[in-house]
Structures are given as structure tokens and as C-alpha cells.
């Protein structure tokens, strides 16, 4: 399987008088894993509901590999859609949720089978105890699974995922973005990714679009929107960062780039310890400068501070991104 | 705590009695209602032949299933609409008719019937159940109608058309409703009077209708004897109940294969 290339242009929707989007253009590299990142409310899951075709936009173009879909009609686009809340079919069983999609295409009984079964070692569910299985039946991380294995059944040329794993603990979710990568690294499928967590986000993607209020602010591979934030709230959503007003706008630096007690760092300050807390291998801390907080992040190893204590905190210059907003 | 008790038993005694009261003296071997002359099912074995009331009982079947086939019909695409806002208007407008005293709706519809020259009959009867039929069967349906909508939805993004979305997903996964509508505007019109009796010609009387003018008129004959209205009343009520517990069995039966929706 191939994935195809999208490319949105200048998108703009409009709901009465709010603008969801607000002239967005995006491409998203074919067989890639490209994550729409933002708060609720940024028109993150609105973007990926026109790439779908389940929404007009108000203004703009969608092309699949340079051919424009603008137009055409959801059920021709050939895509895969994991919802947010799943709808899956609760009158079909396991096998008929995933076979849906190719029996509506018409594909012989054998073939039907045997990609469906396929579907189902894919996303991990042994075909022999779940294919028979009611939808009811199923843990939620089932559910999960089956929703993806119905979307990829059909191979489809992009494959969207609304906040699929949202609703799940903790460790099942890390198992299933995993899960999903794999997936995505063995079909070749270009995958469209909408969440709110940037954890999520970190984990699953290549790209990354940082949205909000309509606008994609940043885009980039995790690595470079964590280290070079263009503005505030793409340092602060994605990530933890210290904003502080400097020249030209603000500085924004790493939690874990602040230097305690340092022998050598191009800014220091005095600062009193407000709090620590326990994170694992990690310990978050909060020193207060001059009425501010910062927040620091450090290996427990060997950092033996407590609340009430003076130190001096400090960070280099290379550690330091200015940004205009 | 205690008193609470009790209460609740005497509240359910009040519904219950009047009933009760009735169905035993179906069962009297007595022209008149209050003194009991025994055991008999003379009463019963009399409606058999009481072609009266097997017209009537053919009348209220044929609105009966008509009404609550054509009004749900009607009602599922209003019931399937998704946007929200145009929804909540949709809800605000369909509710009233529920709300409005019965009488006045019945008065209207007459009016609009004379007014038209519709001639009263079964026709009339059918129109005058199905207009408000169709909110109750909206109300039964709007619930999993969202549902069924949000599925077409999924449906439409694994290749299926508008068409077989409908067919193949809304509307199984509708059915828990479309059979409550069914049930429901079965029963709002099987056991409507009023409307019935503002909207029928001479000659077309279902079955609340020949309760009732029977009742009125009791005595004159031997199927108006008080004990053979009873007995009327009792089939009625009989009927009923067949059907409720019918549907309660589809709806145990559901819910165990299918889980809730």
C-alpha cells in the first residue's frame, strides 16, 4: 500500500459567524504519520473532517496526489476515519464491523475473509476468539483496535484518526500509539493524527502542525517544534517551557535546560525553591525569581533540594530561543 | 420510613382497584353491576358473536397499524437530523402538539374537516391519529435517530453511498426505536377516543367508541348490560397489555444480544 500525498490550501470554515479555520494550507508528506496538534476548539478535527469530505470547507481546495477532491463525496475519497467516539456498528459483529467497508465494495467472499482477518492480526486481535465476538462485548481497547482494523481494511490511501485512543488508561494507550506506528510503518499508509496531547503527539508522529484558533502556527518534526518553538504558545503547548519577556519579544527555555548552582552559565539568578515534586527518575521543581516562577526539571540522582532553599539558577545563551510572540 | 411504605402500596391500590373491580364484575352472572350472582364467562362467550364488536375491533386494528406505520415513517427523517441547532428547533416544534389539550386539537381537526368537505369516515380517523401520531413516534425515535445518523456517517467513510448507509446501518441500527414508535402510536391510537369520536362518521366506531356508546346507554340490551361492558372494556384492556408485554419481550431480548445502544 501507497499512501498519498494531501495537500490543503487555504482552507477557511466557517460555522454562522465563527471561523473554524481560518485559511490554513498544509502539505502532508504521503506514508507519514503527520499529527494536527492543538487545544480543543483550534479546528484541528474540523481540518481532518475536509480532508475526509465530511465537511465543505467554506473556502479552499483539498488535493489527494495533486488531484482535487474538493468535491467528491466522502465514500469516493477512499479513506480511512477512526472516529473520537469509534461508531462502531452495534448490530454487526467483530468480523462483519471490519468486513463493511469491502462488502460495500463488492469484493469476493474468500477475499473478504481473508483481509479481514488480516485487519485483525494487524491490530493485534486474534481473528479465532474476536471475529465472532459482539461489539458489546469487547474492552474499550478492543473496540479501539477493531476501529482501526475496519478503517485499514479497505487499504486506504489515508487513513485519519480523530483522538482515537482520548478515552484510554494510560499504558494501553502507549501500547496502541506503538501498536500504531508499527501499522503505519508496515502498510505505507499516509496517516493524519488529530489529538490534544502532546504526549500523544511526541510518541506517534513525523510531522507535527501546532494549531490554534483556527491557524496552524508551526509545523515540523517533533524534535524541531520542541526545540525551536517560532512563539509562545507553540513552547508552551508542545512541551514544558519558562516564557519570560526578554528582547524582542519573550524567551522561551526548557524546564530542563535551567541549571541549578551552575559553575558556568551565561544568565544566573538568585532563587528560593517553592516546591519539588516526585516524578519517577524525575523531580519538578519550582524556583521563585523575583516574584516569577520557574519551572525546572531535573534527573533525581545526586539533586538533593527542598523547599525553603537558596540557590542561584542560571541557563545558557545557546539553550535560549527568542520569540516575537 | 414505614409510612412511606404503605403509602406507595395505597397509591398503587387507587390506580389498581377501579380495574380490578371492573374485570371481576365481567365475570358476573348479573345484569347489573354491584350485585354478584356468581361465576360466568356468559359475558365473554357473548362478544364471540357480538358482530358489533368485531367491526369495531377490525376498525381500531386497521387505524391502529396504518397510524403507526405512516406516522413513523414520517417521522424517521426528522428524527435522523444531525445538525444540532436545526434539531433543537425541530424538537421545540414538535413537542407542543403532546402538551395541547386533547379536546382542542380534536375540535380543530374537525373544523378543518368540515371546512375542507373531507368526508368522515376512516380516512378521517386515519388523518386525525397520524397528525399527532407523528410526535410521539419523533420522541420514541430521536433518541437512537442520532445514533443511526452518527453511523451513516461512519458507513460513508468505508465506501458506502447515501443509500446503503441508510439501508444497511441507520436503519438496523434504529430498530430498537422504529419498534417503540410502532408500539407507541399503536397504542395512542388503539386506545384513542376523543380524536376518534370528533373525526368519525356515522356508522365508523372503533373500539373505545363502542365502549362508550354503550356505556352511555346501558341496560337497553343484552350487550349493554353492565357486566357485558365489562367485559368489553376488559378485552380492551387485554389487548393492551398483549401488546405492551410484546414489546417488553423484544426489548428483554434486545438488550441481552445486543447490549445497550
Known sequence: MKGVEVYVEGITKKYGSTTALDGVTLRIPPSEITTLLGPSGCGKTTLLKIIAGLEPPTKGRVYFDGRDVTNLAPEKRNIGFVFQDLALFPHLNVFENVAFGLRVRRVPEAEVKKRVYWALDLVGLDPSEFARRRIHELSGGQQQRVAIARALVIEPAVLLLDEPFAHLDYKIKQRLLLQLKRIQRETGATVVYVTHDQNEAMAVSHKIAVMNNGKILQVGSPEEVYEKPNSSFVASFFGEANVLPGEGGFIVIRPERVLINPDRADTVYDAYIEDVVFQGPLLHIEARVNGKIIKIIKPRNGMVVKPGDKVRIGWLQKDVRVVPE | ?261
Open chain 2, 1 to 261: 420510613m414505614k409510612l412511606l411504605k404503605y403509602y406507595t402500596y395505597a397509591l398503587i391500590a387507587m390506580l389498581y382497584i377501579p380495574i380490578i373491580v371492573m374485570i371481576l364484575y365481567s365475570f358476573d352472572n348479573s345484569k347489573y353491576f354491584g350485585e354478584w350472582n356468581g361465576f360466568t364467562l356468559r359475558w365473554y362467550e357473548q362478544l364471540l358473536h357480538d358482530t358489533q364488536a368485531w367491526s369495531a375491533l377490525k376498525n381500531s386494528m386497521v387505524v391502529a397499524v396504518l397510524s403507526a406505520v405512516i406516522s413513523t415513517a414520517i417521522a424517521i427523517p426528522a428524527a435522523l437530523m444531525a445538525r444540532d441547532r436545526e434539531k433543537d428547533i425541530v424538537s421545540l416544534m414538535i413537542y407542543p402538539p403532546v402538551i395541547i389539550p386533547e379536546i382542542t386539537e380534536a375540535v380543530a381537526l374537525m373544523l378543518l374537516l368540515i371546512y375542507l368537505g373531507f368526508p368522515l369516515g376512516l380516512v378521517s380517523v386515519l388523518i386525525g391519529h397520524t397528525a399527532f401520531n407523528i410526535a410521539y413516534a419523533y420522541i420514541a425515535l430521536s433518541p437512537v435517530g442520532g445514533t443511526g445518523a452518527r453511523l451513516a456517517v461512519a458507513a460513508r467513510t468505508l465506501g458506502a453511498d447515501r443509500f446503503t448507509a441508510f439501508l444497511k446501518v441507520t436503519i438496523p441500527v434504529s430498530m430498537p426505536g422504529i419498534i417503540a414508535a410502532l408500539g407507541l402510536t399503536f397504542m395512542m391510537s388503539f386506545t384513542d377516543f376523543i380524536k376518534t369520536l370528533f373525526t368519525k362518521g356515522p356508522g365508523f366506531d372503533t373500539l373505545p367508541i363502542l365502549v362508550w356508546n354503550r356505556a352511555r346507554r346501558p341496560g337497553l340490551t343484552p350487550y349493554t348490560s353492565q357486566p357485558a361492558i365489562a367485559a368489553l372494556a376488559t378485552t380492551l384492556i387485554l389487548i393492551s397489555i398483549a401488546i405492551a408485554l410484546a414489546y417488553t419481550l423484544y426489548e428483554v431480548r434486545r438488550s441481552e444480544k445486543q447490549g445497550e445502544l
